[in-house]
């Protein structure tokens, strides 16, 4: 069972950023499989990395695209790249110290995160963004 699944509802109309949103939600989902199979904090610990690397990648590919069209709340929306991206690299840090382990908290804070984030944020970039030329 996915903790996340894609639906035409998250679709933010712009079509790169569907895909990159489709695979967050994607390394989402591995990372709640391998919580409740009880993998390894080795596989776990990967899985962790991936998705750090591949927000990074997305939310530089957003704010890259925003800043180029002179998106008007540019500054609100990395604030909260910015946010979510040290809150994610200090459970890192606290998980490959042991000092907290993976659980369904975090895998809820994850999923609320990026569902809300796109519903939300993200969404009111699309037709900003389509404006310009940008499907």
Known sequence: MSLIDWSETLSVSVRTFDEQHKRLIAIVNELADGMRARKGKETLAGVLKNLIEYTSVHFAAEEKLMSEHGYPDYAAHKHEHDDLVAKVLDFEKKYKADTILLSVELMNFLRD???????????????????????
């Open 113 to 135: 995160w990026l569902t809300g984030h796109i519903m939300k944020t993200d969404k009111a970039y699309a037709p900003f963004m389509n404006s310009k030329g940008v499907q």
